[in-house]
């Protein structure tokens, strides 16, 4: 089975991204945190906030990317990681997908009817947190 990051509250992960994007804190009382350069600091900052944080062994080194809207990005996943999920789903394996999204159809059914303020931005930060490191293999 192929080996992907995990976070223990996929919620908290996406303010931690949108707060890297932005570069305010989506944390009370906390200072904005700064981009990451290591693993390292993604782990520190994650514990920093209180989540826990698997990171694949077959993970070296960190990239952050800065989007734009000028630019039209397409982020590919390795070869690798599509053949292996590709192979794990033709085995009868389900589509990995974090839990917040049954959370949140759970709480407001489908399609999706979102109807506070502070639900939509949990609901932003989660879909941030999990575009921001969903490698798609």
């Given at each position: 089975?192929?080996?992907?990051?995990?976070?223990?509250?996929?919620?908290?992960?996406?303010?931690?991204?949108?707060?890297?994007?932005?570069?305010?804190?989506?944390?009370?009382?906390?200072?904005?945190?700064?981009?990451?350069?290591?693993?390292?600091?993604?782990?520190?900052?994650?514990?920093?906030?209180?989540?826990?944080?698997?990171?694949?062994?077959?993970?070296?080194?960190?990239?952050?990317?800065?989007?734009?809207?000028?630019?039209?990005?397409?982020?590919?996943?390795?070869?690798?990681?599509?053949?292996?999920?590709?192979?794990?789903?033709?085995?009868?394996?389900?589509?990995?997908?974090?839990?917040?999204?049954?959370?949140?159809?759970t709480r407001f059914g489908t399609p999706l009817t979102i109807p506070d303020k502070v639900s939509k931005l949990d609901f932003h930060a989660g879909r941030i947190g999990d575009y921001s490191i969903r490698m798609c293999g």
């Amino acid at each position: 089975m192929v080996e992907r990051f995990s976070v223990s509250d996929e919620i908290a992960w996406g303010k931690l991204v949108k707060s890297w994007a932005t570069g305010k804190s989506y944390f009370e009382g906390m200072a904005p945190p700064p981009l990451p350069r290591t693993l390292q600091d993604v782990k520190d900052q994650c514990a920093q906030i209180g989540i826990t944080v698997s990171i694949p062994a077959m993970h070296k080194g960190l990239v952050v990317v800065v989007s734009s809207e000028e630019v039209f990005m397409i982020k590919l996943p390795s070869k690798s990681l599509v053949e292996a999920t590709e192979k794990e789903l033709s085995e009868g394996a389900s589509y990995p997908l974090p839990r917040f999204y049954d959370d949140f159809y759970t709480r407001f059914g489908t399609p999706l009817t979102i109807p506070d303020k502070v639900s939509k931005l949990d609901f932003h930060a989660g879909r941030i947190g999990d575009y921001s490191i969903r490698m798609c293999g």
